[in-house]
């Protein structure tokens, strides 16, 4: 395993706080030359990592632990059971991971079209659209269970879905189509669904439309997806009239039975961006970030009102930047990750800063080249208040 301690040397910045050891930010390549990493620690400090390995059209997932903060890993268990169902192309479709009660994994993704399971066959175009898949480790931990398709009602399956778990029993999976019950078809129409489960993925309720306001939705743009009991979080890119490529923020205080929502950042663009978007919580604070005009924003966000309460800029790049993610660590500094001049088919670096427990910028920041075609950065806090990052 390739290890790269990241040495910032700090002038006098001004406005910039005093920062963590030069040695807070850990470099990490994904285990085995995977891409797509999504990391995740657990209670017990143990790294949970899940990656895409194989054919970008048709591959396979694969899921990890560490108990060293990503030096070892333990002997990799592949999450799809049917050989070639996971996709990575386009980066956004790939999969998700999430720990629930008793901090068991568990993971959804996109189908690909190899897939034998696909979702409802569309009548307007005489075609299946893909499958969301779920699938959870099993008890004793030595496999993942067959994996089962989610979809019962949602036509024409894109972009990114997203996954959140807590430690009461709750899983929730999300993505967003069209509704099969609608003569319309298209970004405009497409909305945001939800399936439940309220007994640690054992079983599904049908999925529901989380949102009856009509905002369309990003056709290749993930959304996201954060739990904490009954209080539940979406992102995602709206798509109203094809150019009102906006993001909104909705909120849950009922187990996700109902929502409410708001636009916290608007974006004007006729093209799909492919963008991605990520959560965290920071003691009793909810953070978010997403991309808008090829830069990176970050906000803490209310779920009461719903609204974005301070967003910032966490840098300034030439090149394009892409999928946030956001890592916090014990001392309740935030770090802030994403892909910088990544795009279709095409690699890129991994760029970080990190914020002070204020909410101000750090002198440790820094970038790293080698993101692989169709990835991007995982990060998750390590020991002694460091990050760890996985590219």
């Not at 395993?1 to 470099?27: E, K, Q, R, Y």
């Not at 999450?79 to 956004?92: M, Q």
């Not at 995602?236 to 708001?262: I, K, M, N, P, Q």
């Not at 279709?344 to 080698?370: C, E, H, I, L, Y």
């Amino acid at each position: 395993m390739l290890m790269i301690v990241v040495v910032v040397i700090v002038g006098l910045l001004t406005g910039a706080s005093p920062h963590p050891p030069p040695d807070s930010v850990v470099l990490r390549r994904v285990p085995r030359g995977g891409i797509q990493p999504e990391a995740v620690r657990d209670s017990a400090g143990r790294i949970h990592l899940l990656y895409f390995s194989g054919e970008p059209s048709a591959g396979d997932l694969h899921y990890v632990r560490s108990s060293d903060d990503g030096a070892t890993f333990t002997k990799p268990l592949r999450v799809n059971s049917e050989a070639g169902s996971a996709i990575a192309t386009g980066t956004i479709r790939g999969g998700q991971l999430a720990l629930g009660r008793g901090g068991r994994p568990h993971v959804a993704w996109n189908g690909s079209g190899k897939a034998g399971v696909t979702g409802p066959r569309d009548d307007t175009t005489g075609r299946a659209g893909a499958q969301m898949f779920y699938s959870r480790l099993n008890p004793e931990g030595t496999a993942f269970e067959p994996q089962r398709g989610l979809i019962q009602r949602t036509l024409n399956l894109d972009g990114g879905g997203a996954i959140a778990a807590d430690t009461t029993g709750n899983v929730y999976v999300a993505w967003h189509g069209d509704d099969g019950r609608s003569a319309v078809r298209g970004e405009a129409s497409r909305i945001v669904w939800l399936a439940r489960s309220s007994n640690n993925g054992r079983t599904f309720h049908p999925e529901i439309p989380v949102w009856k306001q009509s905002t369309g939705t990003c056709g290749c743009c993930a959304l996201e997806l954060f739990a904490d009991g009954r209080h539940v979080s979406v992102m995602y890119r709206a798509a109203g009239g094809g150019t009102e490529r906006d993001v909104y923020f909705l909120a849950s205080s009922d187990g996700a039975r109902t929502f409410r929502g708001a636009r916290i950042h608007p974006w004007k663009v006729n093209a799909c961006p492919m963008t991605s978007m990520a959560f965290a919580r920071s003691g009793s604070r909810l953070l978010g970030a997403w991309e808008t005009e090829g830069k990176i924003f970050l906000s803490e966000l209310d779920p009461r009102q719903p609204r974005a309460v301070r967003i910032v800029e966490p840098a300034a790049s030439p090149a394009p930047m892409k999928h946030p993610r956001i890592a916090v660590s014990s001392k309740r500094e935030v770090l802030v990750v994403w892909a910088e001049g990544t795009g279709w088919s095409r690699g890129g670096s991994a760029a970080w800063q990190v914020f002070d427990a204020k909410g101000q910028r750090t002198g440790v920041n820094g970038r790293a080249p080698g993101v692989p075609v169709w990835s991007f950065p995982a990060a998750v806090p390590g020991r002694d208040g460091r990050f760890v990052v996985f590219y």
